[in-house]
Nanobody, 117 residues
């Protein structure tokens, strides 16, 4: 069974930075695309960023985080990180790690990110 554990959330001021990390307990981690999603109170879960499998040569971002967030992966450590800079209050949400396999997606338990105005 795949397990994903996020860490790195917290409270930060407007304009600050945080780095989220997700560790996956699975074999063949390098074969899977990984992503980050978020869900703010009263809103649906939304895509934030994703990174392709193997070398992670392809990355994708929602428009509102382009130029501020960077997704990366370390296949040796089975981790995917999300570096978040220039944070804004509208980035406040629970952030979820996502692992995409041919037979379905797996999710972490989420980590809270709060950006104060």
């Amino acid at each position: 069974q795949v397990q994903l554990v996020e860490s790195g959330g917290g409270l930060v001021q407007n304009g600050g930075s945080l780095r989220l990390s997700c560790k996956a307990s699975t074999t063949n981690f390098r074969d899977y695309s990984m992503g980050w999603f978020r869900q703010a109170p009263g809103k649906e879960r939304e895509f934030v960023a994703s990174i392709s499998s193997r070398t992670g040569g392809s990355t994708y971002y929602r428009d509102s985080v382009k130029g501020r967030f960077t997704i990366s992966r370390d296949n040796a450590k089975n981790t995917v990180d999300l570096q978040m800079n220039s944070l804004k209050p509208e980035d406040t949400a629970v952030y979820y790690c996502n692992l995409q396999t041919p037979w379905g997606d797996f999710w972490g338990q989420g980590t809270q990110v709060t950006v104060s105005a």
